[in-house]
């Protein structure tokens, strides 16, 4: 049996054991529905899902791997049964050069444009 937090690290869902303990230990971790804590054994046939800011991603477990594993590898422990991420989270943010001090009342309107809010209210 393998604990929760150790297959979320061990399939590269977080960078360290110690981000996937605080994922489950904050609740944004369901094992087949129901909150967890991280010493949960998971199994072959469970369904897990990480809930991010926007968007929930649902894994089922194919293989329940202990160790941290290559990417194509890590990929084959796991069915991801999550919808297509959303497009408004791969959106390139705005972002100022470097030195070029505060921005004047035009650039905060193109700003406004570009995040499509209207600068007139």
Known sequence: MTRIDVWLWSVRVYKSRSLATAAVKGGHIRLNGDPVKPSHDVK???TVTIHTPGW???LKVVNPITKRV???LAVEAYEDLSAPRPAYLSA???RRDRGTGRPTKKDRREIDRLRGRDSRY
Do not use: I, M, Y
């Open 56 to 58: 929930d991603r649902v």
């Open 92 to 94: 390139p943010l705005a």
């Open 44 to 46: 072959p046939g469970d």
């Open 70 to 72: 290559g990417a194509k």
